[in-house]
């Protein structure tokens, strides 16, 4: 009998401190890029003099969390907390 | 298939950090100092070319030495002094950004365009004088290979960094979004007020 279906990560919600620029449109393009992912929705919440805090919501079908923080490096973007997680069966 | 891949993603990686070295206005400064640097080797070969032709130096092969070496020069100091002052401005915002975000910035695009914009706009401003002292003393190199009226040659010469005077003027007309004849023209006056003064020089 094959094994059932392993959850696989569906949804990040994330807090995230960026630099202004690049700008959430460019780090929306490169989070969109990645493998599995199916949508972004990235929200302004609060804006500083030289950083704005964003929350990055990703979804797909077994999205990988390390490649999600690579970009957040690359960007020079810090994820200050992850607000939700969701593992669900394809 | 793997190779296509990789290929792909060195691509993409490449436009992500254009984007940063866009977001950092790197293209901006690169602009300021080409025409800067093309203008100051512009004039200088004017000088060099219009003492040498009031002195009665008409042998091509000294100006275009004398030429040759000056913006050579030029090109060796524009490079070294704008990559170290760039990288020391650049080091500093990210020492900044670093400091604000409490995070390390070693592994981002900022860490890496603080390195690839001093090299690029270095480069810019080194080759600048170099390129534009070249357009004006082309006829000269030719002249060291051809049998061709030296004094002849010494005019074309002039015109052709006038020309160069005029375009850099335009360019800065352009950005500026001026009158393009205007700003041209103006550049031409500076050059004409420079060679005026080196003959007065050659009077005294």
Same mark, same amino acid.
């Given at each position: ?15 995230? *401190? ?7 449109? #460019? *780090? ?7 493998? @599995? ?8 919440? #609060?804006?500083?003099?030289?950083? %704005?805090? +964003? ?21 020079? @973007? ?13 | 298939?793997?190779? /296509? ?8 990686? *490449?436009? #992500? /950090? ?15 100092? !080409? ?40 090109? $060796? ?20 950004? %670093? ?5 390390? /910035? ?17 480069? $810019? ?25 030296? $004094? ?12 160069? !005077? ?13 009158? +393009? ?24």
């Amino acid at each position: 009998m094959a094994d059932p279906p392993k959850p696989q990560l569906k949804k990040l919600v994330l807090d995230v *401190l960026k630099p202004h620029k690049p700008s959430v449109v #460019e *780090l929306g393009k490169a989070l969109s890029e990645l493998e @599995a992912v199916s949508s972004v929705n990235i929200t302004l919440s #609060e804006v500083d003099v030289d950083t %704005e805090t +964003v929350r990055i919501i990703v979804e797909g079908n077994g999205l990988d969390y390390e490649e999600v923080k690579k970009v957040m490096k690359r960007f020079g @973007a810090a994820i200050h907390s992850i607000d939700e997680v969701l593992y669900s069966v394809p | 298939m793997v190779g /296509l891949r990789s290929l792909s993603r060195v691509l993409e990686r *490449l436009r #992500e /950090l254009r984007a940063h070295m866009r977001a950092e206005r790197v293209d901006e400064i690169a602009r300021r100092y !080409l025409i800067m640097n093309a203008f100051d080797g512009a004039l200088s070969i004017l000088s060099v070319i219009a003492s040498a032709f009031f002195v009665g130096a008409t042998d091509p092969r000294i100006i275009v030495a004398i030429g040759l070496a000056n913006c050579l020069a030029m090109g $060796i100091s524009g490079f070294t002094g704008t990559f170290m002052t760039e990288r020391a401005e650049r080091m500093r915002r990210l020492r900044e950004l %670093e400091s604000v975000m409490l995070t390390d /910035l070693s592994e981002s695009n900022f860490n890496r365009v603080s390195l690839v914009a001093p090299i690029y706009v270095a480069f $810019i401003d080194g080759m600048a004088p170099v390129l534009a002292a070249l357009i004006s003393l082309s006829p000269l190199i030719i002249a060291i290979f051809l049998p061709v009226d030296v $004094i002849l040659v010494i005019q074309i010469a002039i015109a052709l960094n006038l020309a160069t !005077l005029f375009a850099l003027g335009a360019f800065l007309g352009r950005v500026s979004r001026a009158n +393009v004849a205007i700003s041209g023209l103006k550049m031409v006056v500076i050059g004409l007020i420079t060679a005026l003064i080196c003959v007065v020089f050659k009077a005294m």
